[in-house]
T-cell receptor
Framework: DSGVTQTPKHLITATGQRVTLRCSPR?????VYWYQQSLDQGLQFLIQ???????AKGNILERFSAQQFPDLHSELNLSSLELGDSALYFC??????????????FGQGTRLTVV | DAKTTQPTSMDCAEGRAANLPCNHS???????VYWYRQIHSQGPQYIIH???NNETNEMASLIITEDRKSSTLILPHATLRDTAVYYC?????????????FGSGTRLQVQP
């Protein structure tokens, strides 16, 4: 158990809909990262939040957005869903001190299926 | 961060050592080598990281060549549960806030 909790584990929804994925980081971790992994694809970094503020953006579509709340949990919002958005979505957290070299801890992911 | 090259796939017999190579010929002096693995559809799991010295923990050993242009992850006694995709990642030291960049990795199949 990595200590990172993602809900729900599975989600099936129709095209055009909007969903919210939730991530609770490890206790004490200030940074949250979201990744997307499509079928047979690599892990693509989407976005990072650090202590409530957006820190870095990767290959995140404009239809996607995220936020990190004061209790440090994070939500990834996916809207106007398309079939191609079907994927595993992972959240990771780390202590993320500026000069640190610590590892990141990943949740077990949310499997999103768009039909 | 330096680019890494890994074999696409490898096989290993159960109980034998699995040696997974990684080439990072453009690595800089302040870049660490990290290894993560992803067991089928689970979240990636940290294994080990090192700068220049060899490192060992309860999961694996990391051997970095003297010129630091390549490294080998060693799983001393591979089990079926070690079947996974293994990612070698190079990252600048002191950038703990930055997201990890994953390549294609090596798919290790441990055979019974």
């Amino acid at each position: 158990d990595s200590g990172v909790t993602q809900t729900p584990k599975h989600l099936i929804t129709a095209t055009g809909q909007r969903v919210t994925l939730r991530c609770s980081p490890r206790s004490g971790d200030l940074s949250v990262y979201w990744y997307q992994q499509s079928l047979d694809q690599g892990l693509q970094f989407l976005i990072q939040y650090y202590n409530g503020e957006e820190r870095a953006k990767g290959n995140i579509l404009e239809r996607f957005s995220a936020q990190q709340f004061p209790d440090l949990h994070s939500e990834l919002n996916l809207s106007s869903l398309e079939l191609g958005d079907s994927a595993l979505y992972f959240c990771a957290s780390s202590v993320a001190e500026e000069r640190s070299d610590t590892e990141a801890f990943f949740g077990q992911g949310t499997r999103l299926t768009v039909v | 961060d330096a680019k890494t090259t890994q074999p696409t796939s490898m096989d290993c017999a159960e109980g034998r050592a699995a040696n997974l190579p990684c080439n990072h010929s453009t690595i800089s002096g302040n870049e660490y080598v990290y290894w993560y693995r992803q067991i089928h559809s689970q979240g990636p799991q940290y294994i080990i990281h090192g700068l220049k010295n060899n490192e060992t923990n309860e999961m694996a050993s990391l051997i970095i060549t003297e010129d630091r242009k390549s490294s080998t992850l060693i799983l001393p006694h591979a089990t079926l549960r070690d079947t996974a995709v293994y990612y070698c990642i190079v990252r600048v030291a002191g950038t703990g806030r930055r997201a990890l960049t994953f390549g294609s990795g090596t798919r290790l199949q441990v055979q019974p």
